[in-house]
């Protein structure tokens, strides 16, 4: 089972930092395109960072590049990190791991598509207080 599972959400304040951890089953272990959307009731579902976990080459949005950096661990292909940091209220929002098929990697044309994962988390809620 591929099935994510997402934690290290909460409440913060203006201008702190959390860690979000995604990982997916040791069955698992093969290198894919994995990321972290976001979404807020009424609005799409939005990529914030993508890694490919054999290179571990990133992808961000626009909106949060810089504070937020995506990583993996450096030894298997089914943990992967958001470290999320300076969040403000607009940052509140669930915080969703996906997975990608076994052996693709990531484009920059698509990684943003929810459309190219096929395996989602239930989702971990972040919410940035001013």
């Known amino acids: 089972q591929v099935q994510p599972v997402e934690s290290g959400g909460g409440s913060v304040q203006d201008g702190g930092s959390l860690r979000l951890l995604c990982e997916i089953s040791?069955?698992?272990?093969?290198?894919?395109?994995m990321a972290w959307f976001r979404q807020v009731p009424g609005r799409e579902r939005e990529g914030v960072a993508g890694i490919y976990t054999d290179t571990g080459r990133t992808y961000y949005a626009d909106s949060i590049k810089g504070r937020f950096a995506i990583s993996k661990d450096s030894a298997k292909n089914t943990t992967v990190y958001l470290q999320m940091s300076r969040l403000t209220p607009d940052d509140s929002a669930v915080y969703y791991c996906?997975?990608?098929?076994?052996?693709?990697?990531?484009?920059?044309?698509?990684?943003?598509?929810?459309?190219?994962?096929?395996?989602w988390g239930q989702g971990t809620q972040v919410t940035v207080s001013s």
């Open positions: 040791e069955y698992s272990d093969t290198p894919r395109c």
């Open positions: 996906a997975a990608g098929p076994a052996h693709t990697g990531c484009s920059l044309a698509y990684w943003q598509l929810s459309t190219k994962y096929d395996y």
